[in-house]
């Protein structure tokens, strides 16, 4: 068990990544010193430009399916290297697959050389379109193993796997997080996920696509709960499985309106095709977390979404990537790309 307190040494894999980049952030502001593994193939170095040239702060261009090592000791590796939203796993599903494989058993062998505390960012996904609701993390999921999204649910799920194994063999101290739908500042807006989606479309006054009818569900956790989630874990001794997310529900439809209506956008709403094994609700039991972590979102919906609001209107757009793929939330049309990731 480490404390957040009592951490010098700390390894992020994906750390230039949303989640990622706002952990290291965290983690330089208790004054551990970090070392941010990233390939870039979805995260940015923007994310952490604010902390290049802190000589605590080391940026490290590496893929962890290669192998990875750091000088000296370590106390914590946080291990969320992988694409997440859709639109990139469906666009790389080999390198996700790799990232969920190798990937973690690469992390893995680190933290077991370094004799440190191990965390799996694992994610809702692996409950795939569930049969029982809310999640508990004793439920053992309805995955699609052959599916679109396969290569992303399955991948965590090995990781998970790996990670027990790891743990079980004494071979590592370590703990496994399932991350539900996080958003906050840093998220691509062209990364397909509902939430970025719909606040670029409000944003630009085009109409927000809703797919299906709107009324599958996602509870959303803003990103600086997610990252006290992880870090409570980190700090716990317990090996996990352990939701984080918000146990909030909401209706696809309705973030589309919530969302309209904090950016002061007249767009319309349109309704697309749903996607394939696109989840019909997915809300986290957050009774372990809340138990063994004392942990629990705090931020309420409407002001995590506001702040997120301000922050993509104070930047310039972005261009779209080339790859189109329908989503499972806000749902791509002609000319545009969006789906929906339920982590990171």
């Given amino acids: 068990m480490v404390s957040q307190q009592g951490l ?8 230039a990544g949303f989640i990622g980049s706002h952990l290291c952030e965290c983690l330089r502001a208790s004054r551990a010193k970090v070392w941010c593994l990233d390939n870039m193939l979805t995260g940015a170095v923007d994310n952490v430009a604010h902390l290049v040239g802190d000589p605590d702060f080391e940026l490290v261009h590496c893929d962890v399916t290669a192998g990875i090592d750091v000088p000296g000791p370590v106390d914590l590796v946080l291990h969320l290297a992988s694409p997440a939203s859709p639109v990139d796993y469906l666009r790389l599903p080999v390198p996700t697959l790799k990232a969920g494989s190798l990937g973690t058993l690469h992390a893995l062998d680190l933290a077991a ?16 379109d569930p049969l029982w609701h809310p999640q508990p993390e004793h439920y053992w999921g309805n995955v699609n193993p052959v599916g679109p999204r396969s290569v992303y649910d399955e991948a965590k799920r090995f990781a998970e796997a790996l990670t027990a194994a790891y743990r079980r063999t004494g071979s590592v101290d370590s703990v496994i997080v399932r991350i539900f739908n996080t958003y906050g500042p840093r998220m691509r807006s062209h990364d397909g996920r509902a939430v970025p989606t719909f606040i670029r479309q409000a944003l630009a006054g085009e109409p927000l696509t809703v797919a299906g009818d709107g009324l599958q569900t996602r509870s959303l956790c803003y990103v600086e709960d997610t990252v006290n989630g992880i870090l409570a874990a980190a700090a716990s001794g317990h090996p996990g499985p352990i939701n984080i997310g918000n146990p909030e529900e909401t209706t696809i439809l309705d973030l589309a309106h919530c969302v309209r209506r904090l950016a002061r956008s007249s767009s319309s709403i349109m309704f ?23 942990w629990r979102p705090r931020i309420p919906a409407g002001e995590g979404l506001a702040r997120t609001i301000a922050w993509f209107a104070g930047r310039p757009a972005e261009d779209p990537r080339t790859t189109k793929v329908l989503s499972s939330e806000a749902a791509a049309v002609p000319g545009d790309a969006a789906s929906v990731g339920a982590d990171s």
């Fill in 8 to 15: 010098d040494c700390v390894v992020v894999t994906g750390g």
């Fill in 113 to 128: 050389r370094k004799g440190a505390r191990f965390l799996l960012a694992s994610t809702s996904e692996v409950y795939g």
């Fill in 272 to 294: 697309v095709e749903r996607a394939v094994d696109d989840p019909k609700v997915r809300c986290p039991d957050i009774s372990l977390g809340r138990a063994v972590l004392d």
